[in-house]
């Protein structure tokens, strides 16, 4: 069965090819050859320049290495760390989702309204016959 493409968003594609970027210029500030980073990192030198890039079909896994090679694989631990849009999805769903107490009513608990339709259990109207 052949493999179906969907091409990112326009908006993915430029933040994948930012990352390649900064990947890149990493390597570069630790002085390391496309050589010797793909080597240490166990891909191809075509893949490095994939990755670098920023094409959207490089394996997550291949990102983690390309970090830990580079001194940066903590830095993943930070995306999505504080998810504060999550956060608040979350508390309207619980809110939502949270029910209302029994015999809760939007009337007042005390109200007269109907006493006089209903006699009071065990009270007689009169005498029967």
């Known amino acids: 069965m052949a493999r179906t493409f969907?091409?990112?968003f326009p908006s993915v594609t430029k933040q994948a090819q930012e990352l390649g970027e900064r990947m890149r210029l990493a390597r570069?500030?630790?002085?390391?050859s496309t050589v010797m980073f793909a080597e240490r990192m166990g891909i191809s030198r075509e893949t490095l320049r994939r990755l670098e890039a920023g094409d959207p079909n490089i394996a997550l896994g291949t990102y983690m290495r390309a970090l830990r090679v580079l001194g940066l694989d903590k830095d993943i631990d930070t995306i999505a760390s504080d998810d504060a849009l999550g956060r608040k999805l979350q508390d309207v769903a619980a809110l939502?989702?949270?029910?209302?107490?029994?015999?809760?009513?939007s009337r007042p608990a005390n109200t007269t309204k109907?006493?006089?339709?209903?006699?009071p259990p065990g009270k007689d109207d009169?005498?029967?016959a």
């Open 6 to 8: 969907q091409r990112p």
């Open 28 to 32: 570069l500030r630790r002085k390391l």
């Open 96 to 105: 939502a989702a949270t029910p209302r107490p029994r015999g809760s009513t």
């Open 114 to 119: 109907g006493a006089k339709d209903h006699p």
């Open 126 to 128: 009169g005498p029967k």
